[in-house]
């Protein structure tokens, strides 16, 4: 049976993730290779004549999966009718920025596209926000989309634990997909914390633990930690841009891991709404590990957790407690 079409939007689609992206998921990396697709792009007005453009891209590549096109700058035609939603807009900070601005600029954009979304999109409507301050933006939308449900909103970690995977794979000369189970906790920025405690890799001998095999401590605490945390920084120094094929991949993971189920025995990391999981602030937008299965996320529950972890937990939690106050004062 030919599955009915899917309605994907992407905000900011003009953009350099945006257009990393939106072939993705018209190949059907987000989806699967047998879920039809209709794309919705949105982007603000100053980048029109570019979102055509790519929509030209898209009706030029004859993807088989693609059933529709939609370019607009109209926030009400884009989220019509929308199953899953990849909330790549926002307004970057730019340089002699303080925070608040930056805050205030983006309260206002997912304030807005939380209406929006609440008021057109589809029952059940799953929705991903990618752009910075992730956490805080996924909030905001929370709040001003009440019907949407809680569950149904999250942020993008995978970045980041895809990254510590890759870091892991790179140190120990291991093929990526033999590495599993790291943990990325909190804010998706750079207090972030990387946790490898629970991380497994798949061996001739079965399944051994990072922390054995890289049998180095003193590099899995610090160093490790550090250059996942400041991945982005270091690609945006190397190509004076920032990450945006790394992002737009991980977008697809998460999405389709939502979706589809994760492996048995395999745990991602989401931002999803703390239930007060681990100690955290119920409420907060949160990076956990979760296992998701018939389209549902769960938090991995009982994982032990050593003092060097909840101090690192905490101060990724603090960090948001501060930034959901700055949000809120900006609403005020």
């Known amino acids: 049976m030919a599955k009915d079409p899917a309605t994907v939007l992407v905000t900011g689609a003009a953009g350099q993730i945006g257009y990393a992206l939106v072939p993705m998921i018209a190949r059907g990396v987000m989806l699967g290779p047998d ?49 899953i939603a990849i909330m790549v807009g926002g307004f970057p900070r730019k340089e002699g920025m303080e925070r608040k601005d930056v805050m205030s600029k983006n309260v206002s954009i997912y304030k807005a596209q939380a209406s929006a979304l609440e008021q057109h999109a589809a029952p059940n409507c799953k929705v991903l926000v990618v752009a910075n301050p992730a956490n805080t933006n996924a909030l905001i939308l929370k709040e001003f989309a009440p019907s949407i449900p809680e569950k149904n909103i999250t942020c993008l970690t995978r970045l980041d634990h895809n990254r510590a995977l890759g870091q892991i794979s790179e140190r120990l000369n291991v093929h990526v997909s033999d590495v599993k189970n790291v943990t990325i906790w909190g804010n998706h920025s750079s207090t972030q914390y990387p946790d490898v405690n629970h991380a497994t890799v798949s061996t001739i001998s ?106 690192k937990m905490d101060a990724t939690a603090k960090e948001l407690i501060e930034e959901k106050s700055l949000a809120y004062s900006c609403l005020e």
């Open 35 to 83: 879920q039809p697709v209709i794309l919705h792009m949105l982007d603000i007005e100053p980048a029109a004549e570019a979102l055509n453009g790519v929509k030209m891209e898209l009706i030029d590549a004859a993807f088989p999966l693609l059933r529709g096109v939609v370019a607009t700058t109209d926030a009400v035609e884009a989220c019509k009718d929308v199953n």
């Open 206 to 311: 079965g399944q051994r633990t990072v922390r054995e095999l890289v049998g180095d401590d003193n590099w899995l605490n610090s160093e490790f930690i550090t250059t996942v945390q400041q991945r982005g920084a270091a690609i945006i120094k190397a190509r004076k841009l920032s990450s945006a094929l790394s992002a737009a991949s991980s977008a697809c993971d998460h999405i389709r891991d939502w979706v589809l189920g994760t492996p048995k025995g395999t745990w991602v990391s989401m931002g999803v709404y703390s239930d007060g999981s681990y100690g955290i602030q119920p409420g907060l937008i949160y990076s956990f590990p979760v296992t998701c299965e018939k389209g549902e996320w769960s938090i991995v529950q009982g994982l032990k957790i050593d003092e060097f972890s909840r101090g």
